[in-house]
């Protein structure tokens, strides 16, 4: 299934749609494309018809903020399974061996057992050699520096939602 994401006028992200209900919105001309990436094409004997991945309402709507709940795979989604400490990612080939999503674990800045919280600030993704090097020590006490700073992502559904196209990054701060 083909995504959409849908801002508001103002470009806030507002929701993902199925590429088939953006068509409908881009018929009718409520949205207008806003990138040229391609999320799915339409055809019909006389049309081909495509959908954008990233879609903007020709009017605002006014749409109440909503905070995105913490999960481990929310953090994993958010960090792209990254490691926040040495920054090989899922993909990456490490001594002949193509890193998987499990090469992946959620490590706490403030380590649980010192009561370190399960919070968008204080979790991250970490490879495996990082974590077990990491252990029970903060990462100032480990001399292990963040690449990027764990932050509550801006929007809630995203996050629970997996992999998210590069063509949306840009709208949604991340
Ligand atoms: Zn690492």
């Given at each position: 299934m083909s995504r959409v994401l849908l801002l508001n006028a103002s470009y806030e992200p507002l929701r993902i749609l199925p590429a088939t209900r953006a068509?409908?919105?881009?018929?009718?001309?409520?949205?207008?494309?806003?990138?040229?990436?391609i999320a799915a094409r339409f055809r019909s004997p006389s049309i081909t018809l495509s959908v954008p991945t990233v879609v903007r309402l020709?009017?605002?709507?006014?749409?109440?903020?909503?905070?995105?709940?913490?999960?481990?795979?929310?953090?994993?989604?958010?960090?792209?399974?990254?490691?926040?400490?040495?920054?090989?990612?899922?993909?990456?080939?490490v001594s002949g061996h193509s890193l998987t999503k499990g090469d992946f674990t959620i490590d706490h800045l403030m380590p649980r057992s010192r009561g370190g919280k399960n919070t968008w600030s204080n979790t991250a993704c970490a490879c495996g050699?990082?974590?077990?090097?990491?252990?029970?020590?903060?990462?100032?006490?480990?001399?292990?520096?963040?690449?990027?700073?764990?932050?509550?992502?801006r929007v809630g559904y995203l996050v629970v939602s997996g992999d998210i196209p590069e063509s949306w990054k840009i709208y949604l701060e991340m």
């Open positions: 068509l409908q919105l881009l018929v009718r001309g409520m949205v207008e494309p806003v990138t040229d990436v020709q009017r605002y709507v006014f749409a109440p903020k909503r905070k995105a709940s913490w999960s481990k795979r929310a953090v994993m989604a958010r960090d792209n399974y990254t490691c926040i400490y040495c920054g090989i990612e899922v993909g990456d080939t050699p990082c974590n077990r090097r990491k252990g029970s020590r903060t990462p100032h006490e480990a001399g292990m520096r963040l690449r990027w700073e764990p932050k509550r992502p």
